[in-house]
Structure formats: structure tokens, C-alpha cells
């Protein structure tokens, strides 16, 4: 269990810096789409925003990246590539990761008008106080 937010990644070994990670898998839709979805199953933490058009919804086919949490000043990096035409979410680290230290990146949400603020829990010294 992480102390930021319900789950959370660990690493089970020493990662060095600039190193990929692991990808961040899940069902990749429309944004129209994720539109719907997010009406529908509100609860859902697991959509990964690609694009302006496209979203990895992790929430029923997703792997273990999709526990990884936010941090105003996290250990890792997102990068999306596209191979062979198709997106991918790729998790790199930022610095040495130590055995057993949770793995983070800045989710980087833009706020949207009339929209709450989303706390952020992540206790970094230079947290914003929100993820949107």
C-alpha cells in the first residue's frame, strides 16, 4: 500500500537513471470516448491521456503501471512513442530509484473550468497542493 493514494509501484530492485521502466498498457480509445466513460465510471483512476485525441484506459485491461502515482517531484518520467504506428506509454526513470522506493511522475493535469481542485497528497517539499 503506498502512503500517497490507496496502491502503489514499487521497485523490487535498484533502477539506475534514464532508464525505462516498464509501459503503461490499457485499452487505447477515442477521447470521445473517454469522454463517456468518465460519466459513467467517475471512480476510475486509471486513463492515461496520450494526446489531444487519445486515452490508455487501464481500468479493466491495464498492467501494473497504472498504480504508479503522482508526485510534484517524482522519480520518473513519462515518454509516448509511437512504433510501427501505434502509441505507447513508455516509464523512464528520472534518478537512481532505490529497492523498495515507490515509483512517481507529475500526472500533469490541466485544470478545466468550473472544475474542483483535485488535492495532491504526494508530501513532495515543492507540492503544488493539486493535480489540476
Known amino acids: 500500500r503506498s502512503g500517497v493514494h490507496a496502491w502503489g509501484l514499487f521497485a523490487h530492485k535498484p533502477i539506475p537513471a ?13 477521447r470521445t470516448v473517454n469522454d463517456v466513460r468518465e460519466r459513467v465510471d467517475a471512480d476510475s483512476d486509471y486513463r492515461f491521456r496520450v494526446d489531444a485525441d487519445w486515452v490508455v484506459d487501464a481500468t479493466r485491461r ?7 502515482n503522482h508526485c510534484c517531484d517524482p522519480n520518473c ?8 504506428g501505434q502509441l505507447h ?27 474542483a481542485p483535485i488535492p ?9 497542493k493539486r493535480l489540476n
Do not use: H, W
Open 18 to 30: 534514464n532508464e525505462f521502466v516498464i509501459e503503461y498498457v490499457g485499452e487505447l480509445i477515442r
Open 62 to 68: 491495464g498492467g501494473k503501471a497504472r498504480f504508479i
Open 77 to 84: 518520467v513519462t515518454k509516448t512513442v509511437s512504433v510501427g
Open 89 to 115: 506509454i513508455m516509464i523512464c526513470s528520472k534518478r537512481a530509484i532505490a529497492e523498495g522506493e515507490e515509483l512517481s511522475y507529475d500526472y500533469k493535469f490541466q485544470p478545466t473550468p468550473g472544475e
Open 120 to 128: 495532491c497528497t504526494c508530501g513532495a517539499r515543492n507540492c503544488r
